[in-house]
C-alpha cells in the first residue's frame, strides 16, 4: 500500500470519526432545546438515558460488562444541558476525567447520555433505575461509586439520589464521593430571564409578541426546570412552568453517608467582582454552584473545605481543565 493511500485513509477515518461527533453533538444540542416535544411525538430523535462507550449504546448485560472489564470502584460522569458524553474529551487528546481516574485510582468510567429536555426529574427516576440495574448485571461486587456532574447533571445525579433513597436501591449506600462541576442548585440566571421576558411579552397586545412569546416558552422542560433547580415531579407536575416566578420547590437533602464536592469557574479572572458572584461561569452563579439561596432554609451545607473556585474558566471549560482534575486528584487522595 502506498504513502498516499495510507494518508486518504487515515484522513478519511478521521472525517468519520468528525462527523460522527458533530453528529451527536447537534442530536445533544436538539435534545436540550425541545427534548420534551420530540419524546412526547416520538420522531425517533430523542435520546434514551443510557451508558454509551466510543458513541455507542452500551447494553448493561453481565457479558458486556466483563468485556470492559468492570472493577470493584466505579465513577459515573453525567454530563449537562444540550450535552453528551463526548463533550467531556480533552482536545489535546483522546482522554478524558474518566480516563485519568481509572489510570490513577482504578475507577471505571461508565458515561452517561441522556435527552436534557426531559424533566430533570424524569431523568433522574431513570438513573436510579439504570444504577439499579447495573449492580444487578455486574459480575463483580461493586465496593464504591463516585459521580462526576456537570451542570444540569449535578441535579439530575440529585433528584437520582432522591428516588434511590425514597426505593431503598442498593447503589445509594455505595455512593462514596459526588463531584459537582458547575452545578445550578438553586437556579441559572438566563433561564430566570427568560421567564421575565416572555411574561412581560405576555404584557404587550400586539400578535407579533404574542407568537415571539409563544416561541421562546418552546423551550424545553429540563431548560424550565433550571429556573429554580426543580428536582422532584412534584414541583412541576399539574403546574404552569410558564407563569412568573415559580419558586415554590421541594427541598431535597443531601445523603447523610457521602461526601459532596463543588467546584466552579468564574468569567473574570477576578472572582470577587460582580460579573463573578452573579454570572459565575457564565452560566451558573457562584451563590448557585455553592448551594446558597435566598431561602437560608434551602441552603445546602457544603463544607468551605471542600469547595474549590478556579478564576477565568468557563462553563464548559470545566468539563475539560488540568486544575478541576488536580483538585479531584487531590479529594481523591485525602
Known sequence: MSKKEIDWKGNWEKTKQIAKKATVTSGSILNGAIGNHLENYQWGLSRELAFYKNGELFQLTKESLKAIPLTPK?????????????????????????????????????????????????????????????????????????????????????????????????????????FFIGSPHHGAPLEKLGNVVTTVLDKIPNPFTYLTKKAINLRSDGIKDLRYGFLVEEDWKGKDLDAFHIHEKTFVPLLPKTEYFVISGTISENPDSYWSHFFGDAMVGKWSSQGKSGNEKHNLPFLDSNKKEIPGVSHIDLMHNKQVYATIQQWLNG
Request: hydrophobic share 35%.
Open 74 to 178: 466505579l465513577c459515573i460522569l453525567v454530563h449537562g444541558l444540550v450535552s453528551d458524553e463526548t463533550m467531556w474529551k480533552w482536545a489535546e487528546g483522546d482522554y478524558d476525567y474518566g480516563s485519568f481516574l481509572f489510570k490513577d485510582f482504578g475507577f471505571t468510567p461508565l458515561y452517561l447520555r441522556y435527552n436534557s429536555g426531559r424533566h430533570i426529574s424524569e431523568n433522574g427516576k431513570d438513573l436510579n433505575q439504570l444504577l439499579s440495574l447495573l449492580l444487578e448485571q455486574s459480575p463483580v461486587k461493586i465496593q464504591e461509586i463516585i459521580f462526576l456532574s456537570h451542570s444540569m447533571g449535578g441535579l439530575v445525579t440529585r433528584s437520582a439520589c432522591y428516588y434511590g433513597e425514597k426505593s431503598k436501591s442498593k447503589w445509594i449506600a455505595l455512593t462514596k464521593k459526588i
